[in-house]
């Protein structure tokens, strides 16, 4: 009797064994599956459907921004006690998005001249050396610019002419 109970478990353990493999094979089956799918649509999505963005962009580009002109300014930098004095010449322009905003903003020009003319008095001709010097400088004007007139945004602040003497 103890034989037939161990055979009858035996036969148990055999049947319980194949499905476990049936269900890992289906797993692996689906898993591949839902990979191809998603890679397919992945790459559809990478490769084929730019056309909708590239037009999207045209529309946006099509409307050119405005332009303000800022008063060009002479300001004399920081030196050291005993040093000869440096001048720095700043032409400037600012950048809005819509025409309508140029003359919002012309109203707030001498609050720009006078916030970039402070700003400038205090730097140093090192503060300006190099490209990151001036890409910093214009970072800061462009700060300063947007809190000078605040519910206009101002997209950036280019420079026409720099000149340090």
């Given at each position: 009797m103890a034989d037939s109970e161990q055979a009858d478990g035996g036969a148990a353990e055999g049947a319980s064994i194949p499905a476990p493999k049936s269900k890992l094979k289906l797993v692996i089956i689906v898993v591949a599956a839902l990979t191809l799918v998603g890679g397919g649509a992945a790459a559809y999505f990478l490769f084929f459907s730019h056309s909708?963005?590239?037009k999207h962009?045209?529309?946006?580009?099509?409307?050119?921004p405005a332009?303000?002109?800022?008063?060009?300014?002479?300001?004399?930098?920081?030196?050291?006690?005993?040093?000869?004095?440096?001048?720095?010449?700043?032409k400037v322009v600012l950048e809005v998005k819509e025409e309508k905003q140029v003359e919002a903003i012309k109203p707030s020009m001498p609050r720009v001249t006078d916030i970039f003319q402070t700003y400038l008095r205090e730097l140093r001709?090192?503060?300006?050396?190099?490209?990151?010097?001036?890409?910093?400088?214009k970072e800061e004007l462009t700060k300063r610019v947007n809190a000078a007139v605040a519910p206009i945004p101002i997209s950036a602040v280019l420079f026409k002419e720099i000149v340090v003497q």
């Open positions: 909708g963005e590239e962009a045209e529309a946006v580009a099509a409307k050119p332009f303000v002109e800022v008063p060009d300014m002479l300001v004399n930098l920081v030196g050291a006690p005993g040093e000869r004095v440096q001048y720095l010449k700043v001709p090192s503060d300006i050396n190099g490209s990151a010097g001036l890409f910093r400088l």
